[in-house]
């Protein structure tokens, strides 16, 4: 499923447990570093994401009450050749992209649930 935000997407790369009952793990490359404007931001590591992004709904995954979406950035630019699904087959260690991606976010899930 494909997802999308008309505004610019506030996110953070600071690693925490959830602080509500609901997270999103955002896979991307393409977010902007906002603290070179404003350098007290950078307690936050804040970024942002542009407007009009896209997302592919990779996995939803809980722990105990604790739900985390797991979700791929898809750059505008790059909608062409998601499509066609040809940029993606990439594979490492007999896994595809995708599911090196939820196996990474599933593991840090756990460890900052554990914080």
């Known amino acids: 499923m494909l997802v999308g935000d008309d505004n610019f997407l506030s996110v953070t790369r600071e690693r925490m447990k959830p602080i509500l009952n609901l997270r999103y793990l955002i896979a991307s490359s393409k977010v902007a570093d906002v603290t070179v404007f ?3 931001l950078e307690k ?3 970024r942002i994401i542009n407007k009009n992004a896209l997302f592919l709904v990779l996995d939803v995954q809980q722990i105990e009450e604790t739900i985390q979406v797991v979700l791929l950035h898809i750059p505008v630019r790059a909608m ?3 499509a066609k699904r040809q940029s993606f087959k990439y594979a490492e260690n007999g896994k595809d992209f995708y599911t090196q991606v939820k ?4 593991k840090d899930f756990e460890e900052c649930m554990q914080m």
């Open 38 to 40: 404003n350098s007290e």
């Open 80 to 82: 062409g050749n998601f």
């Open 44 to 46: 936050y590591h804040m």
């Open 103 to 106: 196996i990474r976010a599933w």
